[in-house]
């Protein structure tokens, strides 16, 4: 199974939490948001994940590293400039999963990849 996470928000609400870290990396209790979800997301059976990354996206690498810590094999791609959160998923979609055209927009069609 492949996910995407979107990592790339300012977090203008959290201000001023997030003037130094990105929200995905605040602290909860004895871990971070992403920290949970990327262990969730192995948990649920996840091997790739795609981390669509902008504010203070160097925080992010730093802290996913090569993703052997969850067991996934992670891509981070760092936006130039925000995109919103379709023009963040749309930048990788077609290089990340190689699917026709035809059943990103029909998946219920596929019956050989599991959508979620």
């Known amino acids: 199974m492949d996910a995407v996470v979107l990592v790339g928000g300012l977090g203008l609400r959290l201000r001023p939490l997030t003037e130094t870290t990105p929200k995905p990396l605040l602290p909860i209790g ?8 990327l ?18 996206a160097s925080s992010i690498e ?5 993703g052997s810590r969850w067991g996934l094999q992670i891509q981070i791609a760092t936006e ?22 035809d059943e990103r927009r029909h998946p219920h069609r596929s019956r050989s990849r599991r959508i979620l």
């Open 80 to 101: 130039t400039q925000p995109l919103g959160t379709a023009g963040a998923i749309a930048q990788f979609a077609a290089a990340w999963w190689p699917v026709p055209c």
């Open 30 to 37: 004895n871990s971070c948001s992403l920290d949970i979800a």
């Open 62 to 66: 730093k802290f996913v590293g090569d």
């Open 39 to 56: 262990h969730r997301l192995a948990d649920a059976g996840a091997e790739r994940v795609f981390l669509a990354a902008g504010y203070r």
